[in-house]
């Protein structure tokens, strides 16, 4: 009996020795604070209309963002649009980050994540919940849970409403899951974020943003009310019909980069690409301004 | 027993007291909605007095009174013990109303089975038996429609009670409005708007998982179709940010708010104006068909086999803007 019982004890303190060490490396990293982003290529505030380059987008978004005008914003229906939760760390601006604890532990049960510019307050579930049902409301933050991979946060979101891969029209579909990796070096954050999308994308859409640490940075919550700013009914859509759109062509001529380059697809990620780019045929130069060349 | 021996022991029972404290301290997993006896019946509690039951065919939407229960269509006959059952495990009150948005057997299936669970209180001649089942009265002519042995239907799924005026209204501890829009999915719909629980049942003009159910057969335009979207629209009112306020329980498919109407009556009205282009044209259907009209949207809402398919519904939009096209030009002359 007493053999058994020690037993029992041995596998007892063996058992909650490793709990309390795999919950001691699960909250190694605090990435509470304020943080200010570091501007990078890509978080461009207005794209070019046409500009789909070094994007793994498909022809069915390609149609999509052709027919896409800025209009769009001026639909009373879409003037309070916030960024998703995968967009919204690509505009520039500041970052909150703040955990929700549990009272009697203090364990995490939930991070929290504001970004500056037109995103919304996210939640980032550490309690294991089980995904909401395929009938639920989609959200623009979706449904995020978090798990601890050694000292970086992985971060796994679904349930998005539809947003967007480039604010130029290239749509991000509702059936899109996200991955994120959120990476502490001292003052500095990395967000690393993967997109697969089987409706607009034929590639994982891999970015990065970095952060760094700006204690007593205020941000402003983001409250928008939709009221009407142009003299349109509430039921229109602004579009262009296939074939249409001219604005296209203005982003190959006035940078001077092929019609093809331009209309983006998984190749022109890679560097390869730059081999075929300079084989391919140069567009059209910009039509003249009237006067432009007058004295 | 020896005196070390109990206090061994009372270490055992403490490592293991600690052991099963440091897993019950687990932060409370999140309670989704279950079916009540675990079959594909998912319930879901919207918002107010009203709920969403998915997986009995249609989606079926449930109003829980104080006295009464309203019930917004009935899912598939051979669903119904189930169905009952999730209603039942919400309240046990009489259910006195039930709605049908359209005639299909999909929405109208359960009629008998669940207006049987239920008594109509009258104020004039007392109680009778069975629940009033109301909709518009197309919908009564379609199900009685002894030559069109499509859409005929069993008499004991008849609607009791209808309305053949463009607004018909109700009450159930709030007021329960029902709009008739014409010739949107088919020329018998109804939307129900909860009023307090600010929820609005839109039956099959609004399905997200899948293109617009266009049933030209049955009256239904794309026109009529885009409309009630436009007014679906009017109807929200969104929380902030264009998240939450308003909810739509659609015909199938999932729980929106105004954004999810907003990129479907976007879609709906950017490929009907591709068509319609096609159309003045003088494109054939073919020719439509083969210019992917709908390309772009594939992906979310198309599906090359089942009831509604991508090309069922370029068929439905081709047909119906030709026979706008031909009455116009028609009046012309």
Redesign the interface.
């Known amino acids: 009996m007493?053999a058994i019982?020690r037993a029992?004890?041995f596998v007892?303190?063996a058992?909650?020795a490793l709990?309390?060490a795999t919950q001691t490396v699960g909250a190694q990293v605090d990435l509470s604070g304020t943080y200010s982003q570091t501007p990078s290529q890509d978080n461009t505030t207005d794209p070019f209309i046409g500009d789909y380059t070094g994007l793994p987008v498909n022809?069915?978004?390609r149609?999509?963002a052709d027919?896409w005008t800025a209009a769009k914003w001026d639909?009373e229906?879409?003037e309070?649009?916030?960024h998703p939760a995968d967009y919204a760390p690509r505009a520039p601006g500041g970052l909150r980050i703040w955990p929700e604890l549990?009272p009697?532990?203090y364990?995490v049960?939930a991070w929290h994540f504001e970004v500056f510019t037109n995103g919304?307050a996210r939640t980032i579930?550490?309690?294991?919940?089980?995904?909401?049902?395929?009938?639920?409301?989609?959200?623009?933050n979706g449904f995020s849970t978090g798990k601890w991979e050694g000292d970086k946060l992985k971060v796994t979101t679904t349930n998005m409403?539809?947003g967007w891969l480039r604010r130029n029209g290239l749509?991000r579909?509702?059936?899109a899951t996200l991955t994120e990796y959120f990476i502490r070096h001292g003052d500095f954050l990395t967000i690393v974020s993967i997109v697969k999308d089987?409706?607009?994308l034929t590639e994982p859409l891999v970015r990065t943003e970095r952060w760094f640490l700006n204690p007593g940075y205020t941000l402003a919550p983001?409250?928008?009310?939709?009221r009407d700013v142009v003299d349109k009914p509430?039921?229109w859509?602004p579009?262009h019909?296939?074939g249409t759109n001219d604005f296209l062509k203005e982003f190959p001529s006035n940078f001077g980069i092929p019609v093809e380059a331009t209309r983006g697809g998984a190749e022109t990620m890679y560097p390869e690409y730059i081999q075929k780019l300079a084989t391919l045929p140069a567009p059209p130069p910009p039509p003249a301004k009237s006067g432009a060349n007058k004295p | 027993m020896t005196g070390t021996?109990a206090i061994?022991?009372r270490?055992?029972l403490i490592?293991?007291a600690?052991?099963s404290a440091?897993?019950d301290?687990?932060?409370?997993?999140?309670q989704?909605?279950q079916p009540p006896d675990g079959s594909s019946i998912?319930l879901?509690h919207i918002q107010g007095r009203v709920h969403?039951l998915?997986g009995a065919g249609a989606?079926i939407t449930v109003q829980i009174g104080d006295n009464a229960v309203v019930l917004v269509d009935t899912g598939l006959a051979r669903m119904s013990p189930q169905a009952l059952a999730a209603i039942r495990s919400l309240s046990q009150k009489p259910i006195e109303f039930v709605i049908n948005t359209s005639a299909d057997a999909d929405h109208t299936g359960g009629n008998h089975n669940l207006a049987q669970a239920g008594h109509f209180i009258s104020g004039m001649g007392g109680e009778r038996p069975g629940a009033s089942v109301v909709s518009q009265i197309a919908v009564l002519d379609r199900m009685t429609a002894s030559s069109d042995k499509d859409t005929a239907a069993s008499p004991e799924l008849w609607p009791t009670d209808t309305y053949d005026t463009d607004r018909w209204a109700l009450f159930n501890d709030e007021a329960i409005v029902l709009e008739h829009p014409h010739a949107a999915h088919t020329d018998g719909d109804s939307i129900v708007f909860f009023r307090r629980s600010d929820v609005i049942s839109a039956g099959d003009i609004f399905t997200p998982d899948r293109y617009p159910m266009i049933d030209t057969a049955k009256g239904g335009t794309i026109n009529g179709e885009?409309?009630a979207l436009?007014r679906l629209?009017?109807l929200m009112v969104?929380r902030?940010?264009?998240?939450g306020g308003t909810?739509v329980i659609p015909g199938h498919?999932?729980?929106?708010?105004?954004?999810?109407v907003?990129?479907y009556?976007?879609m709906a009205?950017?490929i009907r104006?591709?068509i319609e282009?096609l159309v003045k044209k003088g494109k054939s259907l073919d020719q439509v068909k083969a210019?992917k009209?709908t390309?772009?949207?594939?992906?979310?809402y198309g599906a090359n086999s089942g009831l509604w398919t991508t090309d069922m519904f370029i068929d439905a939009v081709y047909r119906s803007l030709s026979a706008a096209s031909a009455k116009s030009s028609e009046k012309e002359r």
């Open positions: 007493r019982l029992l004890l007892s303190f058992v909650l709990a309390f022809d069915a978004v149609l999509r027919s639909q229906q879409h309070c649009d916030p549990d009697l532990t364990a049960l919304t579930y550490m309690d294991d919940r089980p995904q909401p049902s395929a009938y639920s409301a989609q959200t623009w409403k539809e749509a579909s509702n059936k089987p409706v607009y983001f409250i928008c009310t939709p509430p039921s859509v579009h019909l296939p | 021996t061994f022991d270490i055992v490592a293991l600690l052991l440091a897993f301290s687990a932060p409370a997993r999140a989704q909605d998912q879901l969403m998915a989606n885009i409309d436009n629209l009017d969104p902030a940010d264009e998240e909810y498919g999932r729980v929106c708010d105004r954004a999810a907003t990129n009556r976007d009205t950017i104006d591709r282009d210019s009209p390309l772009d949207y594939d992906g979310i």
